[in-house]
């Protein structure tokens, strides 16, 4: 058996470093409580994400066509791009009436599709470590359960993605090019599972990427004090209390809102 001296290796802090990590962890909690209590925000906040998704998701194409990423790594991004909901009402899911929500469903069609790439056969061609790779709580390695989950999750997500692309344009041919004027809510809509769904969410991602860099011995990764981690941590920080001051002093946390528990009215 390999020892723990043996094992450790440096990680890429470009990409999953402590910075960009708790940067990112502060936006998951931000759209959390945008879609809480600041639901007029959803929008730009997606934009907001849709943009940081985007950037990681092109550094990772171009590691993987460079061959400078392991297939552990892929993991370690796939759990960051993994964060809170963008809407607790089903909202904004199929909004092809805007550039960016076009733009939102081909990035999770191309996500998904890389996806389906990766778990099939793209791990199998990255760099080997000199440990097992570890992806997964109770040390699940890449050639276990995690990789059937994988395929299975990324056609699942892909066939939804595009049907969801197809079924919002069909929609939109339909109605002329126009939006469809919606009911007008004068107290924010909260669906119950889709809150609790986006919690689970959260909790998951943070957790399995920390437990993916502690149990593949990264080194390298935890030094705050650089130029891009500063950055990527107070833009995330910024976010966040930017949400959190109107919460607290525009009395958003208090303000009555409607509950759903399946489509259907609580309150």
């Given at each position: 058996?390999?020892?723990?001296?043996?094992?450790?290796?440096?990680?890429?802090?470009?990409?999953?470093?402590?910075?960009?990590?708790?940067?990112?962890?502060?936006?998951?909690?931000?759209?959390?409580?945008?879609?809480?209590?600041?639901?007029?925000?959803?929008?730009?906040?997606?934009?907001?994400?849709?943009?940081?998704?985007?950037?990681?998701?092109?550094?990772?194409?171009?590691?993987?066509?460079?061959?400078?990423?392991?297939?552990?790594?892929?993991?370690?991004?796939?759990?960051?791009?993994?964060?809170?909901?963008?809407?607790?009402?089903?909202?904004?899911?199929?909004?092809t009436h805007s550039f960016s929500g076009i733009c939102r469903l081909l990035f999770y069609i191309a996500l998904s599709a890389?996806?389906?790439?990766?778990?099939?056969?793209?791990?199998?061609?990255?760099?080997?470590t000199p440990c097992v790779q570890i992806v997964f709580f109770g040390e699940s390695s890449l050639n276990g359960w995690f990789r059937t989950f994988g395929k299975a999750a990324s056609i699942i997500s892909?066939?939804?993605?595009?049907?969801?692309?197809?079924?919002?344009?069909?929609?939109?041919?339909?109605?002329?090019?126009?939006?469809?004027?919606?009911?007008?809510?004068?107290?924010?809509?909260?669906?119950?599972?889709?809150?609790?769904?986006?919690?689970?969410?959260?909790?998951l991602s943070i957790t399995s990427a920390e437990y993916v860099i502690t149990a593949n011995h990264l080194s390298g990764v935890d030094d705050i004090f650089d130029v891009g981690q500063v950055l990527a941590f107070l833009v995330g920080v910024f976010q966040l209390l930017n949400v959190l001051v109107p919460i607290f002093l525009k009395g958003h946390l208090w303000a009555p809102r409607c509950w759903l528990l399946f489509g259907r009215h609580l309150t």
């Open positions: 058996m390999a020892s723990l001296d043996s094992c450790e290796m440096d990680g890429d802090a470009d990409f999953y470093g402590i910075g960009i990590r708790l940067g990112l962890y502060a936006q998951s909690l931000t759209t959390l409580l945008v879609t809480l209590f600041v639901q007029e925000e959803e929008a730009v906040n997606r934009i907001l994400n849709l943009l940081l998704q985007l950037a990681i998701f092109a550094g990772t194409l171009l590691s993987t066509n460079a061959g400078t990423i392991h297939a552990f790594e892929v993991i370690i991004v796939f759990w960051l791009l993994v964060g809170a909901l963008s809407s607790l009402t089903g909202s904004g899911v199929t909004g890389y996806g389906c790439w990766f778990f099939f056969e793209g791990q199998d061609a990255m760099q080997d892909l066939t939804i993605c595009v049907g969801l692309l197809a079924w919002a344009g069909t929609t939109y041919a339909k109605r002329g090019g126009g939006e469809k004027p919606r009911r007008v809510s004068y107290r924010p809509q909260t669906e119950i599972t889709l809150m609790l769904l986006s919690i689970a969410t959260v909790i």
